[in-house]
């Protein structure tokens, strides 16, 4: 079993309060968990000059300046080599399959898990004309299943801005205990 | 005299070969016939012309749409119908099925065909493996139409997603033949999660295929089949041994010099070429005269290219083949080492013009990578490599000594690495154009070309490869080139010069098929639904009109009862669809920033059509 670390989103946010400087990123932090055992994202705020996400609307919408943490990073990586040629980059959809970023809406990290490792037909509900691969097969997937978990439920809560690749923290090799 | 020795070399060719048919004396005789159109390219050319001119300059603004026919299939619909006769042929994305409409009786349905029976394709896979390997959307280009040689009748070839070939008679729909190509499945080595988009194309007795599934690990290839019974008549590998790739090592050139032995073996590292894609699935031509066929292959397998160093020959590379052997004349390798998936599988335009004041019979391709090539087709001597996009910058120039493309380190993924974000590459891995075929008048002598304007950033990393599944290794983020915010354009090109000759912004990237006819009117088609006739020499707009859905599929012109018709499949779908639904960047309007963000989800649904216009 991975040992769980006790960074929290408790802790992320207080990070907020920290202006680290472009050349002053923070250390970086293990695999997240929440506190049901699901996985999550970790981000640390400060002045990188990289865009992590924008908050607010319209004349109020501004740029919030961060880190993410390397494990959703790897997330966002296998997203963009596996997924997005089907459900569009960002998680944000396409005109072949549904925006990631709002199934989680009704898809839990137990429903999105067993999606990817058995993926779904148009009789189980996938879109008309449309099916899931299922990626159980693939390690290339596989070893970043979590991730990807962390890297969708980052965009899901608005925590994480469209395009480029998005500032990230130092690896952290997991510990087994 | 000349004549004797000359009746003399014909005999001795035919005691030679006593094998070799005569050319398709149908399709031959009817590309030229404009009341048809017989074949996905319009001609062997790929000229996409027609020589109708009822439609033109002067009263194109009045086109009225004539009717409309739904496919009852959603996803992205690329390719065009067939016209022979009074009968309209036309296929659909994923199941693949096929109409045949009557045009004499108000295109009622002669007979419809679906390859997918109780949710199985004839490979034995389910439509739903098939699915799950599309590469990008679950588009098929279209049926390909021969009569006599084999073919009877009249024979409908469809080239199934499956990857199996399928011969229906033309009059009924029934199956004459089937045989599968490739591998959908899973477990064979450089083969499974293989699948077929492309068009079959007719020459002679024989009809060929390629294969997709590069992103998968496919070893690709060329295979011709006879007509009559389905039986492999040849199957020409992109990469491998000498003898998988029908090559004579002394006599197939690349760059006008023999290749040698072992030139695709000696430009992989290890076993990698096994899997080492190379897919082939775009537009194909034919010169009867010098007897090649002409093709492009795609992308090296995988994505990430510090994992396989060298040329990775003979990926992303035109081919002339001889129809009958499969044995190749020559090769131009354009992307040596592809760091960015430009695949070369673009259409093969033959064109007999002026380049730099000498007359040529030319070949001119539009390539991902950016650069537009005029070959000699004959020869296969380069004869002009420029860029029809200006912002394209991972190459500064072809060098026309050797051939290469003289690479940018800065936009070398493999230059800067593993785990590297290579930033501002132009063009995005969709290439300055994808599959969309460019038009070519001869009347005006211009080349008319849809294409894309979009940049990336890409990051190559290690992937492992299992059979069956995506090989990729690479991340891209595209964005839309730097200093506009327009995705596409509409260009004219000199070929004989390698030249634009006049541009026209698109908000989204051009993704389908040109039209030129003698009416000097060009049609094409755009993403947000919208039909476009613009005039042939200055590109000004004559006519537009919104479509049920976005444009993927490419325009076709024919004659019925005196009436010329235009027609195009609207279905949004496709890489463009899945690129670009949702906008390529974040919505930063609020910040003051360049209003770049555009999603194509807010113009245009899901939807095939088949759409006809006529005055």
């Not at chain 2, 669809?577 to 974040?586: H, R």
């Amino acid at each position: 079993m991975l040992k769980k670390w006790m960074y929290t989103l408790v802790l992320t946010v207080l990070g907020a309060s920290l202006a680290y400087a472009a050349d002053n990123r923070p250390p970086g932090v293990p695999a997240q968990y929440d506190d049901d055992d699901n996985p999550t994202y970790y981000y640390a705020l400060g002045d990188s000059g990289n865009v992590l996400y924008y908050e607010g609307e319209g004349e109020n919408r501004k740029p919030v300046y961060g880190w993410m943490d390397f494990a959703t990073y790897r997330g966002w990586r296998t997203y963009h080599a596996e997924c997005h040629v089907c459900h569009g980059p960002d998680a944000a959809g396409s005109t072949f399959a549904p925006a990631l970023k709002d199934s989680l809406d009704y898809l839990d990290w137990e429903k999105f898990s067993d999606l990817i490792v058995n993926g779904k037909t148009e009789a189980q509900g996938a879109q008309v004309g449309n099916a899931m691969p299922a990626f159980g097969n693939n390690p290339n997937v596989m070893r970043d299943l979590e991730n990807l978990y962390r890297y969708v439920r980052m965009r899901h809560e608005g925590k994480l801005r469209r395009g480029p690749r998005p500032p990230k923290l130092a690896k952290v090799e997991e510990v087994d205990e | 005299m000349k004549s004797i020795v000359k009746l003399v070399l014909v005999c001795v060719a035919c005691v030679a070969l006593p094998g070799v048919v005569q050319a398709n004396d149908w399709l031959l005789k009817n590309q030229n016939d404009p009341k048809q159109w017989v074949m996905p390219t319009g001609n062997y050319s790929a000229h996409r012309y027609s020589r109708l001119n009822q439609i033109n300059r002067g009263n194109v603004g009045r086109l009225k749409m004539a009717w409309n026919f739904s496919t009852g299939v959603l996803r992205g619909h690329e390719g065009g119908p067939l016209v022979i006769g009074s009968t309209l042929y036309i296929h659909t994305p994923i199941p693949n099925k096929v109409f045949a409409l009557d045009l004499d009786n108000d295109a009622r349905i002669i007979w419809e065909y679906n390859p997918v029976k109780g949710g199985v394709y004839p490979s034995g896979d389910t439509m739903d493996r098939v699915i799950s390997v599309m590469c990008c959307d679950n588009v098929n280009r279209g049926v390909a139409y021969a009569e006599g040689q084999g073919a009877g009748d009249g024979t409908i070839f469809l080239h199934a997603a499956d990857t199996t070939l399928i011969a229906l008679d033309a009059k009924t729909g029934r199956e004459k033949w089937k045989v599968t190509n490739m591998d959908p499945g899973t477990g064979n080595r450089g083969v499974s999660a293989s699948t077929g988009t492309g068009v079959p194309f007719v020459v002679k007795d024989k009809v060929g295929i390629g294969c997709s599934g590069a992103e998968f690990g496919v070893r690709c290839n060329w295979t011709m089949y006879n007509m009559k019974d389905g039986s492999r008549a040849w199957r020409a590998y992109s990469m491998g041994p000498d003898d998988d790739m029908l090559v004579d090592p002394r006599r197939t050139t690349h760059m006008l010099k023999p290749i040698g032995r072992d030139s695709s073996l000696d430009s992989w590292k290890g076993d990698q070429w096994e899997t080492g894609g190379g897919s082939i699935w775009g537009w194909y031509a034919w010169d009867p005269k010098a007897d090649l066929i002409y093709y492009g292959t795609g992308n090296p397998s995988t994505w990430n290219p510090v994992v396989r160093p060298g040329d990775n020959r003979w990926s992303m590379t035109i081919m002339a083949r001889n129809p009958d052997t499969g044995v190749a004349k020559w090769f131009y390798q354009m992307t040596p080492f592809d760091e960015w998936d430009y695949d070369g599988v673009n259409e093969m335009i033959l064109a007999d013009i002026k380049v730099k004041g000498k007359k040529r019979r030319a070949l001119v391709h539009f390539d991902r990578n950016g650069f537009a090539y005029t070959m000699d087709r004959i020869t296969g001597e380069l004869l002009v490599a420029e860029k029809y996009d200006p912002v394209v910058n991972w190459a500064t120039h072809v060098d026309m000594k050797t051939g290469r493309p003289q690479v940018v380190d800065r936009y070398s993924t493999a230059h800067q690495g593993e785990d590297v974000n290579t930033t501002g590459i132009c063009p995005a891995a969709l290439g300055t154009k994808d599959q969309q075929p460019a038009a070519y008048s001869p009347k005006s002598n211009i080349f008319y070309v849809p294409t894309n304007h979009v940049c990336m950033d890409y990051e190559p990393f290690r992937v492992d490869y299992v059979a069956g599944n995506a090989y990729v290794g690479a991340t891209l983020s595209m964005y839309p080139a730097p200093g506009g915010t327009n995705l596409g354009n509409f260009i004219a090109w000199d070929a004989g010069e390698g030249k634009i000759l006049w541009s026209i912004p698109e908000p989204f990237s051009v993704w389908s098929g040109a039209l030129a006819t003698a009416g000097d009117v060009v049609f094409y088609g755009t993403l947000e639904g919208y039909a476009k006739a613009i005039d042939a020499k200055s590109g000004k707009n004559l006519y537009t009109f919104k479509t049920a859905s976005g444009i993927i599929g490419n325009f076709h012109t024919w004659m019925h009862e005196g009436k010329q018709y235009v027609s195009v499949l609207s279905g949004v779908g496709g890489w463009a669809g899945i690129g670009l639904a949702a906008g390529l960047t974040e919505d930063t309007a609020g910040l003051g920033a360049v209003g770049a963000y555009k999603a194509l989800h807010n113009y245009t649904k899901l939807g095939g059509v088949l759409n006809v216009w006529s005055l």
